[in-house]
C-alpha cells in the first residue's frame, strides 16, 4: 500500500510539472487540430471507395487511429527527457537518497509519461463525442462502442510508447540525439514487421482494419481489401459508405492488447538494469569524469597557492581596450560557431560525411540527386539540432546575451555556420547542377539548404532544446523527400514538387520567428 501510495504522487507531481509547460499545451492544441481534420475529411480513413457511416463505433476507431498513428511518433519526443531533467535540477540526487528502487523508479517514470500521452487520447476521445453530437450521420450515441477503441487499442499504445523513451535515456547511446533520430527508423521497423506478419501492431491499425474488412468483404465481394489513412483527399471522395458496428471484444482480442502493456512493463524493467541511479561513479558513458578522477587513493591534491606578496599601492589608469572595425569580424564570428558545431565529433562522422560528398560526384545527377543528398542531408542532423537552444542547455546566456549587438551578430552568425554546414555536406551535387546550368533544381538545391537551418534555428529559439528539431525533421524527410511526396518535399527532388518560391518564403518566416524568439529572451519584447 505505500508503495502505491509513493508512486501516486511520484506519477503525480511529475504529471503536473509537464502540464504547466508550453510544449503540453501546444501538444494539446495540435491534437484537438487533429480531431479538427478528421472531423470535417482532411484526414480520412477509407477501404478503397468506402467509408463507415458516421456512428459511434466508426469516429471513435478513426479518431483512435489518428491518435496512436500521431502520439506513438511524435509522443516519444514529446515525454523524452524525464530522467535528465531529474538529473539537471537535482531532483534525482534527492531521490538517489530514499529506499526507492531503481526499477521502481522507472516504472514510476514510464507509468508518468504514459499519463502525459494518455491525456491528450482523452482529448480525442471528447473530440469524437462532440463531432457524433454535433454533425454525425446516426445521432445516438453508444458510449461503450465510442470509447473502447480508445481503452483497448489507444491505452496499451501509449503505455508502450512511454516505456521506451526510458529506456533510450539509460542507454549511453541513446540517450542525446542519436536517440531521436534512431527512434523513428526502430518504430517504423517495429510497425512494418508487425504489419508485414499479421501481428497486432502496436497502433492498434491492423485490429481496427481486420474486422472493418471483414465486414465489408461481407457485404461486398468485390473488394479488394485496399485501406488507407490518409492526410489529404487526393483524388475522389469514397462515395460508399457501409455500417460497421464495431470491434466484437472478446477476451483473446483484449488479451493481445494487453500484451503491449506487459511488452511497456517489461521495457521499463529492462531500463532499470542501465540506469546508474544517479551516481556519477556508475555513469561509464561520462568519460571526462574517468580521465578527471583523483589520484592517490581518490583523494585529490588540490595545489597551494602561493602567499600574496606585499605590493606597492598606487594610483593606476586602466587602458581601455581597443575595438576593431565593428567590433568583431563578422567572419571570425561564423568560424567559431562553425567550430562550436563541430567540436566532438569523432573521426568516424567525418569520414561518413566525405565519403556521401564523394558519393555525390561520382553518382549520376538524377540519383545523386534523388537517393545520396537525402542520406547526406540526415547526416549532420545533430550538428543542426542544437542551433538555438545551446545557450539554455549550457547555461550560458548570461555571457552570450551580455554581450554588445547580441541579437544583429550572434544569432546571423549561428545561421550563416548552419547554411555552410548544409553547403559543404550537399555540396556535391550543387557542384553538379551549377556545372550542368540546371537552374531550377540548383534553386530548389540551394532554397533547401536555407531552409534546413532555419527550421533548426527557430524550433530551438522557441523551445530551448533540440528534440524537437530532431523528431520533426527526420519525420518529414522521410515522409517528404524520401518517399517523394510533394507538399513535404523540401529537397525538390521530385517534379511534382511545390514552387521553390514557397520554402523560399518559409525559410525567411522561420527566420523571422527566431528574431522575434531572440528578443523575447533578450527581454526587448
Request: hydrophobic residues 50%; positive net charge.
Amino acid at each position: 500500500m505505500r508503495h502505491a501510495r509513493v508512486l501516486y504522487h511520484l506519477v503525480r507531481a511529475d504529471f503536473l510539472e509537464r502540464a504547466r509547460r508550453y510544449s503540453f499545451l501546444l501538444t494539446l492544441g495540435f491534437a484537438v487540430y487533429l480531431a479538427f481534420c478528421a472531423g470535417t475529411g482532411r484526414i480520412v480513413l477509407r477501404l478503397d471507395d468506402y467509408r463507415g457511416v458516421l456512428n459511434s463505433a466508426w469516429l471513435g476507431s478513426t479518431m483512435t487511429l489518428v491518435g496512436t498513428a500521431f502520439l506513438s511518433i511524435a509522443g516519444f519526443y514529446i515525454v523524452k527527457g524525464a530522467l535528465l531533467r531529474d538529473e539537471q535540477t537535482r531532483v534525482g540526487q534527492i531521490l538517489a537518497t530514499t529506499p526507492m528502487s531503481r526499477s521502481f523508479y522507472t516504472v514510476a517514470k514510464a507509468v508518468s509519461n504514459c499519463a502525459v500521452l494518455a491525456s491528450m487520447m482523452g482529448v480525442l476521445a471528447g473530440a469524437a463525442l462532440l463531432l457524433q453530437i454535433t454533425g454525425a450521420e446516426d445521432p445516438h450515441i453508444h458510449l461503450g462502442t465510442l470509447l473502447a477503441p480508445f481503452v483497448w487499442v489507444g491505452l496499451p499504445a501509449m503505455a508502450f510508447t512511454a516505456a521506451l523513451p526510458v529506456l533510450f535515456e539509460t542507454l549511453p547511446l541513446l540517450r542525446g540525439g542519436v536517440g531521436n533520430v534512431v527512434y523513428f527508423f526502430v518504430w517504423g521497423i517495429i510497425f512494418g514487421v508487425s504489419i508485414d506478419n499479421q501481428f497486432d501492431d502496436v497502433t492498434g491499425f491492423s485490429v481496427l482494419a481486420r474486422n472493418m474488412q471483414a465486414v465489408l468483404k461481407r457485404i461486398d465481394p468485390t473488394y479488394k481489401n485496399g485501406i488507407s489513412l490518409t492526410l489529404s483527399t487526393n483524388g475522389p471522395p469514397a462515395h460508399k459508405v457501409f455500417l460497421w458496428s464495431g470491434v466484437h471484444w472478446t477476451p483473446q482480442v483484449i488479451l493481445h492488447r494487453l500484451l503491449w502493456v506487459v511488452a511497456a512493463l517489461g521495457i521499463a524493467l529492462l531500463a532499470a538494469l542501465f540506469f546508474p541511479r544517479f551516481d556519477p561513479a556508475r555513469e561509464s558513458w561520462n568519460w571526462n569524469r574517468k580521465s578527471q578522477a583523483p589520484k592517490n587513493g581518490g583523494v585529490e591534491e588540490l595545489p597551494v597557492a602561493p602567499a600574496p606578496a606585499t605590493l606597492p599601492v598606487s594610483a593606476g589608469h586602466l587602458t581601455p581596450i581597443a575595438r576593431s572595425h565593428g567590433e568583431m569580424r563578422f567572419a571570425h564570428l561564423v568560424g567559431s560557431e562553425l567550430r562550436l558545431m563541430l567540436k566532438g565529433r569523432r573521426w568516424w562522422w567525418y569520414v561518413g560525411a566525405v565519403g556521401l560528398l564523394v558519393a555525390q560526384l561520382a553518382s549520376p545527377t538524377a540519383e545523386a540527386r534523388a537517393g545520396v543528398l537525402l542520406a547526406a542531408w540526415l547526416w549532420p542532423v545533430l550538428l543542426w539540432s542544437p542551433m538555438g537552444s545551446q545557450e539554455s542547455r549550457h547555461a550560458t546566456q548570461s555571457l552570450i546575451f551580455s554581450s554588445p549587438r547580441a541579437l544583429y551578430r550572434q544569432l546571423p552568425a549561428l545561421w550563416t555556420a548552419g547554411v555552410l554546414v548544409a553547403f559543404l555536406t550537399g555540396g556535391g551535387v550543387g557542384l553538379r547542377l551549377l556545372l550542368s546550368s540546371d537552374w531550377p533544381a540548383l534553386a530548389a538545391w540551394a532554397t533547401a539548404a536555407l531552409f534546413i537551418p532555419s527550421l533548426a534555428l527557430a524550433l530551438g529559439t522557441w523551445s530551448g532544446s533540440s528534440k524537437f528539431f530532431e523528431g520533426l525533421y527526420t519525420v518529414w524527410w522521410y515522409m517528404g523527400p524520401l518517399h517523394h511526396t510533394p507538399g513535404l518535399d523540401f529537397m525538390g527532388v521530385t517534379p511534382q514538387s511545390p514552387s521553390t518560391a514557397w520554402y523560399l518564403l518559409a525559410a525567411a518566416g522561420l527566420l523571422a520567428a527566431s528574431y522575434l524568439g531572440r528578443r523575447v529572451r533578450l527581454g526587448y519584447a
